[in-house]
């Protein structure tokens, strides 16, 4: 068997940003680590890549140990390479980030893990360049939100189209005038009525939609702009 010569170490880790929404705030799933190095500080979910694993199969796992969720939203951010970035041995870190559904995860796995749900104004400090990640996937987050609609991952399976404009406005940061948001959103074609009305809701705003997953694939893969003034804000 053939092998490349080269005689030095280096471990490829990959680190997940799972972002989350729980009907009023963007939040991110962090690790109070039990384990050293910087044991009890802040950081994301990483793990090491195994020998047999492609790095999307190695994110997934990663994803689903924490969360006891599959088939999510996931996708590769950057890679991080400094030299001493991992003070232990030299690291290079592959680095996803997914959008989950708050209520959809498995909260025994999270306490397993010694997570926690954490809002984007509440993020305490993070081990290494976990700091960095964060601000990069978030900016990514929103650029990507404007274009491909990927902001419907966050929702429950039915939804009113405030609840859908509130999720956009955590994202952002930014209020949104509420008839502009609503006459893009229907015009879209991503919306499926249920026929089913909000019980919380007293106004006729509270119809109940879910997605249109044919449409959403489309939005996901063709060139065509979600609502690209929002990547101006």
């Known amino acids: 068997m053939i092998h490349y010569t080269h005689p030095n170490r280096i471990l490829v880790a990959l680190d997940c940003i799972i972002f989350g929404y729980d009907g ?23 793990g090491f890549l195994k020998e047999e694993e492609d790095l999307e199969a190695a994110a997934q796992r990663i994803l689903y140990d924490l969360t006891g969720l599959t088939n999510t939203y996931l996708e590769q951010l950057q890679t991080f390479g400094a030299v001493n970035r991992d003070p232990v041995e030299r690291t290079i870190s592959v680095v996803y980030y997914a959008l989950v559904n708050i209520q959809d995860q498995d909260v025994n796995a999270i306490r397993t893990h010694n997570a926690y749900w954490i809002g984007l104004n509440e993020k305490p400090a993070l081990i290494f360049d976990h700091n960095a990640m964060v601000e990069q996937a978030l900016n990514r987050l929103r650029y990507k939100a404007a274009l491909h609609a990927i902001g419907f991952e966050l929702m429950p399976e039915k939804f009113t189209i405030p609840q859908l404009q509130r999720v956009y406005e955590a994202i952002y940061t930014k209020q949104l005038d509420r008839r502009n ?33 044919e449409k959403y694939q489309q939005y996901l893969t063709d060139y065509v702009s979600f609502f690209p003034e929002l990547t101006l804000a």
């Open 181 to 213: 948001f609503s006459r893009k959103i229907l015009s879209t074609d991503l919306l499926i009525g249920t026929g089913e009305k909000d019980t919380t809701s007293v106004t006729k705003k509270g119809q109940l939609y879910r997605l249109n997953a």
């Open 24 to 46: 009023e705030e963007l939040k991110l799933l962090l690790i109070k680590r039990n384990f050293d190095p910087e044991q009890g500080k802040w950081s994301l979910m990483g």
